[in-house]
């Protein structure tokens, strides 16, 4: 997905969030048995854009009060780290009358890589952090009639 923007702002085209040239997904499951069900899920896409920065440190120049500031020099001149992603899920199906019932555990990012979904800064602490899941379990019981 290629995605450039211009805002007419002076400041010239720019890649918009949901640039990613490159993407990849694969899906690979395998019924174990009237009951099981296993599946495994891999995905990679390119580093979203976010800006290029300066941070200016102190920036009120009072010991009691300090802040920092974060200046954009460009507006997503840089990317952040490649996405990738494997998940796991095992089902369990059976039945008892009219019911179905799936019992499930389904692990997301199972490599526990932290995800860059997005850019943000502290100005108390003047550090640059990053906002995403890292692994991430659920559980539960499907019910049908």
């Known amino acids: 997905m290629y995605s450039k923007r211009n805002n007419n702002d002076g400041l010239g ?3 918009f969030l949901f640039s990613q040239p490159h993407q990849f997904t694969m899906l690979v499951s395998y019924k174990a048995g009237k009951h099981w069900m296993l599946a495994s899920k891999f995905r990679y896409a390119t580093g979203k854009p976010t800006g290029s920065y300066v941070i200016h440190s102190d920036i009120f120049n009072d010991p009691s009060y300090i802040r920092s ?21 095992v089902d369990f199906r059976f039945q008892i009358n009219k019911w ?3 019992a499930f555990a389904d692990v997301v990012n199972i490599l ?17 952090y990053y906002d995403g899941l890292a692994i991430f379990p659920s559980f539960g019981l499907k019910i049908e009639y």
């Open 13 to 15: 085209e720019y890649d």
């Open 69 to 89: 500031s974060e200046e954009i020099i460009r507006r997503d001149g840089n990317r952040l780290k490649d996405f990738n992603s494997w998940d796991i899920r």
């Open 100 to 102: 179905g019932f799936t």
């Open 112 to 128: 526990n890589r932290p995800d860059q979904n997005e850019q943000r800064f502290n100005p108390i602490t003047g550090i640059v």
